[in-house]
């Protein structure tokens, strides 16, 4: 099941205003030339950023994500008629023989139930091609990030066009063994989303002052998201590839977070 970040409507359409940045998939763009892939998959595709990017660059792409609103909002953007599209999980692609799969940012950390993460690995597999690879990340969990997620530390204002200030912050709200999960809130100008009305006065307006918790806000401009990451260890994930007939070729570190992150390169033999 998708987050409600990636899966409601008015949060899935100021996504990438939001997060802004990509230079994290620098990374996946250097395999998929190192590879010289043709034809790839992007699992988690989510509004399309890397998918598109790699239909700009010649290659054919499938985007799978479960979803819609994120595919929504992927279709509606310049280039996607160049990328085939898939509201779902792997269980609704057609047959493939792609050159590459991709995971790319949270994906893979997101997929925190095991047998769902089981699924996900075998269907990348039938997916790929003898001889194709799968390219995710991890989180390293020796970092222990989540212990910096926090309103005070992770609130900021971003100014949207056509939308005006939207309010983001992060808090942590358990720690299970691997398993970390977040809350994210997001308070949008009032009467901005559909169906909004008028705020009752100057005092139900959100505050720019962080000392102010309207994550539990009732009205409409003020939006939550909570979503569990699943933080495993290194050798976890490797066995879980081998388990699944992968050979792992290679682990890096993520340039864009140095030290806390572990990117995976695995190949379905020949």
Known sequence: MADEEYGHPRLAAVYDSLYPDRSDLDTYLGVAEDFHARR????????GSFALLLAERGIEVIGLDPARASVDVAKGK???????????????????????????????????????????????????????HLVFETRNPAKRI???????????????????????????????????????????????????????????EPSNDPSNDPSNDPRDDVLTSTSTMRFAEREEVEAELAAQGYVVEEIRDAPDRPGREFVFLARRPA
Not at 40 to 47: F, P, S
Not at 84 to 97: E, K, N, R, S, Y
């Open 40 to 47: 790839a998959l992007d699992i988690g595709c989510g509004t």
């Open 78 to 132: 310049p280039g996607s008629d160049r990328v085939q599209w898939i509201c779902g999980d792997v269980t609704a692609l057609p047959p493939l023989q792609v050159d590459l799969v991709t995971m790319t940012a949270n994906v893979a950390p997101a997929i925190d139930d095991p047998q769902e993460w089981q699924k996900t690995l075998r269907g990348a597999y039938d997916a790929l091609r003898p001889g194709g």
């Open 146 to 204: 989540w212990e910096t997620w926090n309103r005070e530390a992770s609130h900021r204002v971003t100014e949207i066009p056509g939308v005006g200030p939207v309010e983001t912050w992060i808090d942590l709200m358990d720690v299970s063994g691997p398993l970390v999960t977040v809350r994210w809130t997001y308070v949008f100008p009032p009467g901005d989303g559909p169906g909004d009305g008028p705020s009752n006065g100057p005092g139900d």
